[in-house]
């Protein structure tokens, strides 16, 4: 966004013209071509339909750039890093998202240095090859793995946090990239997905959810898919009509995936009492993947119709790094 300078309200910024306002562009030792949205939406307004136009855009541009940098808004980017995770199969160059806490026409925004470091670690080549060729999300001198992000604060330019995995390149004078925390290296063809199904809910847990709150929401018509945010190391009351609801629901073919409430750490069904019934009724333990990561993981999973008698499995397995 940039503010308009007679009303002072915030508009659409032109990316035709992003050399002319950010003149150190034109120091990288690259060249630049910018595509739009034809008409650019708040990150709140992101659906699948914006992620499967934004992946073909990447899809048609593919053998023509070294590398892809996505300015999103940051409300909504780590579901949108974690969906298009899944999207780019075989990925053998960087796809970078990043944003900014302040519009880039504000004095002291972070947009500038955001986007010109994502560019610069676009470029980033070893014997010809990218190094990074994974989607990630870059922003306040730190690149993540985009489907282990969460956006933690509002107000702060540390507005994202990976805390279950390290940063993979951190920006100081120098660029610090941790090689041991990349993807391994591809030399398959990359494949385009762009099929996924939203049937699915997010069910947090809290102290007195009734039954008929729980009830209702797994009788919601063409409901395949619960992510349902427990306590801890993923514990859920062991009341006998809530561990009984959740096996109906997963016998009728409803996948029920696990993840923990707590902003760190992971699912370890079993560990306590109150988490051996669901490991017995057949939920699926997210581990220590991200809420944004599940969703977008499930709808994927979803969307290509993985036979019911491997879906656990493969989703309890790691496909792009998002499972530890």
């Given at each position: 966004?940039?503010?308009?300078?007679?009303?002072?309200?915030?508009?659409?910024?032109?990316?035709?013209?992003?050399?002319?306002?950010?003149?150190?562009?034109?120091?990288?030792?690259?060249?630049?071509?910018?595509?739009?949205?034809?008409?650019?939406?708040?990150?709140?307004?992101?659906?699948?339909?914006?992620?499967?136009?934004?992946?073909?855009?990447?899809?048609?541009?593919?053998?023509?750039?070294?590398?892809?940098?996505?300015?999103?808004?940051?409300?909504?980017?780590?579901?949108?890093?974690?969906?298009?995770?899944?999207?780019?199969?075989?990925?053998?160059?960087?796809?970078?998202?990043?944003?900014?806490?302040?519009?880039?026409?504000?004095?002291?925004?972070?947009?500038?240095?955001?986007?010109?470091?994502?560019?610069?670690?676009?470029?980033?080549?070893?014997?010809?090859?990218?190094?990074?060729?994974?989607?990630?999300?870059?922003?306040?001198?730190?690149?993540?793995?985009?489907?282990?992000?969460?956006?933690?604060?509002?107000?702060?330019?540390?507005?994202?946090?990976?805390?279950?995995?390290?940063?993979?390149?951190?920006?100081?004078?120098?660029?610090?990239?941790?090689?041991?925390?990349?993807l391994p290296k591809t030399n398959k063809k990359i494949n385009f997905h762009k099929t996924f199904?939203?049937?699915?809910?997010?069910?947090?847990?809290?102290?007195?959810?009734?039954?008929?709150?729980?009830?209702?929401?797994?009788?919601?018509?063409?409901?395949?898919?619960?992510?349902?945010?427990?306590?801890?190391?993923?514990?859920?009351?062991?009341?006998?009509?809530?561990?009984?609801?959740?096996?109906?629901?997963?016998?009728?073919?409803?996948?029920?995936?696990?993840?923990?409430?707590?902003?760190?750490?992971?699912?370890?069904?079993?560990?306590?009492?109150?988490?051996?019934?669901?490991?017995?009724?057949?939920?699926?333990?997210?581990?220590?993947?991200?809420?944004?990561?599940?969703?977008?993981?499930?709808?994927?999973?979803?969307?290509?119709?993985?036979?019911?008698?491997?879906?656990?499995?493969?989703?309890?397995?790691?496909?792009?790094?998002?499972?530890?």
């Amino acid at each position: 966004m940039i503010k308009d300078v007679k009303t002072g309200s915030l508009k659409a910024f032109d990316f035709s013209t992003i050399s002319q306002r950010i003149t150190e562009l034109e120091q990288l030792d690259c060249n630049i071509t910018t595509i739009s949205f034809e008409k650019p939406i708040d990150s709140s307004d992101m659906n699948i339909d914006r992620w499967v136009q934004i992946v073909s855009i990447i899809e048609e541009n593919y053998d023509d750039f070294d590398g892809f940098v996505v300015l999103h808004g940051s409300d909504t980017m780590s579901y949108s890093a974690s969906a298009l995770s899944f999207m780019l199969e075989n990925l053998s160059k960087p796809v970078v998202f990043t944003g900014s806490q302040l519009p880039i026409g504000d004095l002291r925004t972070d947009a500038k240095e955001n986007l010109i470091t994502a560019i610069q670690i676009a470029c980033l080549k070893e014997n010809g090859k990218s190094v990074i060729q994974e989607v990630c999300l870059y922003f306040e001198y730190k690149l993540y793995r985009g489907n282990r992000t969460t956006k933690i604060n509002a107000e702060h330019f540390e507005a994202f946090e990976s805390t279950n995995y390290p940063p993979l390149v951190e920006s100081g004078v120098h660029l610090k990239v941790r090689n041991d925390l990349l993807l391994p290296k591809t030399n398959k063809k990359i494949n385009f997905h762009k099929t996924f199904d939203n049937n699915i809910v997010i069910l947090k847990l809290f102290p007195s959810l009734t039954q008929n709150v729980l009830h209702t929401i797994i009788s919601i018509p063409g409901l395949k898919g619960i992510v349902m945010e427990t306590y801890g190391a993923g514990n859920t009351t062991m009341e006998e009509w809530f561990i009984s609801t959740l096996e109906k629901a997963i016998q009728s073919g409803i996948q029920i995936v696990n993840v923990t409430q707590c902003i760190g750490g992971e699912v370890i069904m079993g560990k306590y009492e109150n988490s051996s019934a669901l490991k017995r009724i057949g939920v699926i333990s997210g581990k220590d993947i991200t809420t944004e990561s599940a969703v977008t993981k499930l709808m994927f999973m979803l969307g290509r119709n993985v036979l019911p008698n491997v879906f656990k499995t493969i989703f309890e397995t790691s496909i792009r790094g998002e499972i530890s």
